[in-house]
């Protein structure tokens, strides 16, 4: 099966910095990559769709400032927490179709982020 | 908004018993996903039911789809301890492609 790649597993940072977490499909083209926000023991979330070489498409009440996105390959998007907060701790999760038309999501191995 | 939300939350069975996990949704859909999630892991996907099926089956996993009731249930035949983890059903609507998760399920198969 297709294979996404997220990294890191996890990080911790001091409140006020900024925190990048990649998303890479590794062995095919993903032109729309999706990203998750999970609290623990609570549903996935979507935060935004990042669309490759176009701007993301935001959620509802997710802040498009605050959470940075940047798909500039058909294989790597990037979520970016700027001036991360204890309330941005969570687990963040990528995900990516393969080709167009096709119904299955493959995710990545997921983000634990911990601002103190 | 929620779309899918399963029941029960949570469900603790003995190795070799059958698991039994429901999910209902509140708008017509394309498909139905169910997916598994290993503790502080990424989503696998299980398997896919679309509207115009009524029953899937795949290896110990079988899915049902109702549309009439707007629900779905995945039975997982001969539970093993290395079914622990959660399990999530996934609407398609086929609006913009995404997907909309439910609240999940935590299965316990005890050795």
């Known amino acids: 099966g297709a294979v996404v790649s997220q990294h890191p597993s996890r990080v911790i940072c001091k409140s006020g910095t900024s925190v990048k977490i990649e998303c890479r499909s590794l062995?095919?083209?993903?032109?729309?990559m999706f990203w998750y926000r999970q609290f623990p023991k609570q549903s996935l979330m979507l935060m935004a769709t990042s669309n490759e070489g176009s701007k993301a498409t935001y959620e509802q009440g997710v802040e498009k400032d605050k959470f940075l996105i940047n798909h500039a390959s058909l294989t790597l998007s990037t979520l970016t927490v700027t001036s991360a907060h204890p309330e941005d701790s969570s687990f963040y999760i990528c995900?990516?179709?393969?080709?167009?038309?096709?119904?299955?999501?493959?995710f990545g191995s997921g983000t634990q982020l911990s601002v103190l | 908004s929620q779309q899918g939300e399963e029941d029960p939350q949570a469900l603790s069975i003995q190795e070799g018993e059958n698991a039994t996990m429901n999910c209902s949704y509140k708008t017509s859909i394309n498909n139905l996903q169910w997916y598994r999630q290993n503790s502080g892991r990424g989503l696998v996907h299980l398997i896919l039911i679309r509207s115009n099926e009524r029953e899937k089956h795949s290896g110990r996993l079988r899915v049902t789809l109702d549309t009439s009731k707007k629900s779905s249930s995945l039975l997982i035949t001969a539970s093993r301890a290395a079914d622990t983890a959660s399990y999530f059903c996934?609407?398609?609507?086929?609006?913009?492609?995404?997907?909309?998760f439910g609240k999940g399920i935590t299965l316990s198969v005890r050795p």
């Open positions: 996934a609407t398609d609507t086929g609006a913009n492609s995404k997907l909309t």
């Open positions: 062995d095919f083209q993903a032109t729309t």
């Open positions: 995900s990516a179709r393969v080709g167009s038309g096709k119904e299955k999501l493959f």
